[in-house]
């Protein structure tokens, strides 16, 4: 049967509909701008796209658990207030670095604390994040109160304009984040993770350590925030307190798309990968397709509504059908 | 499970080696950088049309909307001459990798020149200077940027304050109790400002300043945030405010209608002009000021923009800025009791209650920027 089996591939390959997508806006923007496979055109796009689908991975492993994290987008504004003022626009190689470092402890930390109150104290995720949120975007602005400071361009030239083998410097950071995906996924942390996500009482049961799983995802997504922030960063070589905040719905919208489910225990990183790609390829075809300027606004969101809402409508279509 | 991911690394990296590798021949030889060069090199050649792309990261404001809509039909009157193509507009909201988005986009495009009013001070440095590296003119307009090579379109916003502070300071007879309600902090044209209105209040020692908090440039928030204030301090002898939230400020003053009204500063709305009209039938010796903050310097800009292309040298000893490179705009439009009636029944009669005041530097007037 049809019916079954398509449904048994959306199951088995959750990014199967995001992939489908993908497909449908790299071409639809290829087709607008016939130089964006030219490597030049394809890595500017994609150092754009990588803070996001940095963010977007963290997001997807704590949906994944059956939680949530609203504070991502703040941690982004942590990493990049404290970066831009500790390093500098004229600061040097070896300073960047350690604090790279520390920011990424930083991202950890924010989402230790994060995991502590949702995963010990039994917080709700959703207010919790929410309100920590607040802690650390008023922490962003106690380090950077005004835009400034910076990074040196020989540093930013680095993360902009790396090319290895035609493939921006973003491929290559994807696909070591997948492969140590792959590594993950079939750990016994892995199963758990699914476990934990999908029924909690039950993954206690039978003896998962429910807990540390639950205060983990945040702790990993604190820290993909942090890359977030680092990469942002040298996107744009500048500090500002406010910096992450959009990358908040953004990274929950890009993992919805990817398939996703907000209900926990299922999904990947895969299809949040690729959502967050779509999400910037959209904002390309609007620019592209030249559609009227007051329009733009309302058709970026009928776009990203209608990816949303595709599984649902597909899977409606089909039972219909059978 | 791994076998499958794997297997997805393998066709993205493969298709992506495809892709690059069939549009990556071409690239190596032939520079995509050559069409934008072209006028910055060389004078243009007869007949040649600039394209000129705008780049806009926020649009809930009246202030971006008239800019937009008066770039559109400044625009319509070189490209009537044959002189431009259609503008490009990149507008929406969004946030600094989105702008740089935008601007990228404009690049790849190949517009002559940009035109870029800037969501953050630093964080398109980089890619302003892609663009300039290829030739394109940057200007930005509304914010100065003091990125180098990028020139700078807008008023002078520390004056700008400085006229409706001045105006309040000297209608106190220089002594009183004030408030002021500011942008958002940080903000470069808000710091700017603030700057500006404490330079004036310095002159006036017996003027004190009460409190001062943030209206978020919000026509809601400035409300409340009076009505706070006048709550704390009925004895109010005035306040100072500016763009937007100075209808909402007058709005709590109307509602609580004090025995003694403070001296208020406005701003250069129609919506405005219609409160005070309001507030002159009830008592006919009020007054005050607004002074317009215009959308017309982007409009302005872009017919900078199109004589830069046209090959015309900068006259660089009229521009200002920390890098020299600003064209500072004078304030078209400043409405007192003097000319309230004219402005109000002429200017705002066929206008929305959002129009701003407004002014566009002519084409010719703009050739005072430039060697005769």
Known sequence: MKQTRWQQATYRHPYLFALLLLVIAFTANALLQPNLLEPTTLNSNMRVFLPLILVTIGQAIVMIGGGIDISVGSIVSVVNAL?????????????????MGVALFVGMGAGALNGLLIAYVRLQPIITTFATSFIYAGLALFILPNPGGGAPSRLTAFYRETIILWLPLAFYIIALLLFIWAIMRRTRYGRYLYAVGGKAEAAYETGAPVRAVQFSTYVISGLMAALGGIAMTLLTGSGNAQVGDPLTLSSITAAVIGGTPLSGGAGGITGPIIGAVILGLI???????????????????????????MPGIIRLVRRRRG | MTRRHFALIAIVLMSATLIAACGGAPSTTAPTTAPAQQPATAPAPEGRKFTIGISNPFIS?????????????VNKEYKDLGITNELVI???DTDVAGQIQQLQNLINKGVDAILVNPSDVNGLNDTLQEAINKGIIVISVDQELNTPGVYNVGIDQKEWAKISARWLAEKLGGQGNIVLIEGFPGHPANVARMEGVEEVLKEYPN???LGRETGKWDEATGQQVMSNFLASFPNLDGYWTQDGMAIGAMQAVMAANPQKWPVLVGEGRCQFLQLWDQRLKEDPNFETIAVANPPGVSPTGLRIAVNMLQGKQVDKSKLGGANGLSFIIPVPV???KENFQEVFT???????????LDGIM?????????VK
């Open chain 2, 334 to 336: 400043i409405v007192t």
């Open chain 2, 362 to 370: 002519t084409d010719e007037e703009v050739q005072q920027f430039f």
């Open chain 2, 90 to 92: 990149e507008s929406a």
């Open chain 1, 283 to 309: 904002r390309n075809i609007i620019s592209f397709a030249g559609v009227a300027t007051w329009w733009q606004t309302f058709v970026n969101a009928a776009i990203i509504v209608l990816a949303l809402a």
């Open chain 2, 61 to 73: 404001s009246e202030y971006r909307t008239q800019m937009i809509q008066s770039l559109i039909e």
């Open chain 2, 346 to 356: 002429t200017v705002c009669k066929d206008k929305p209650a959002t129009y701003l």
């Open chain 2, 207 to 209: 003027i004190k300043v």
């Open chain 1, 83 to 99: 970066l831009a003022t500790q390093i500098g626009l004229s600061g040097d190689l070896s300073t960047a670095g350690v604090m």
